[in-house]
């Protein structure tokens, strides 16, 4: 299992950026994934979950309304689409998969809100 996060960058408050996550090693379309954050010196949290099939979705409350997730199993890519950044959405992004009583992490991708 591969699991690459791209999209990071610095960014200004109010701006908008949109994460890639590209799997491979599994059947990506039976799997939900999901998109995780560590902002500095905190716990890593969850900030949205996707369904296989991409029907199935769920944000953390900071998430929503802000962030959307959603995926391409025909490129077996998983975005999110952030918009109306703020200083605390500053963290480095998780790509998750849970398969076969395992984690599976990505490297990250580092966003950063500053003026």
């Known amino acids: 299992v591969r699991l690459v996060e791209s999209g990071g960058a610095l960014v200004q408050p109010g701006g908008s950026l949109k994460l890639s996550c590209a799997a491979s090693?599994?059947?990506?379309?039976?799997?939900?994934l999901s998109w995780y954050r560590q902002p500095p010196g905190k716990e890593r949290e969850l900030v949205a979950t996707?369904?296989?099939?991409?029907?199935?979705?769920h944000y953390a409350e900071f998430a929503r309304g802000r962030f959307t997730i959603s995926r391409d199993n025909s490129l077996a890519t998983m975005y999110l689409q952030m918009n109306n950044l703020k200083s605390d959405d500053t963290a480095r992004y998780y790509c998750?998969?849970?398969?076969?009583?395992?984690?599976?992490w990505g490297q990250g991708t580092q966003v950063t809100v500053s003026s």
């Open positions: 090693g599994f059947t990506f379309n039976e799997h939900g």
């Open positions: 996707i369904s296989g099939p991409g029907r199935m979705i």
């Open positions: 998750y998969l849970r398969r076969a009583a395992r984690d599976f």
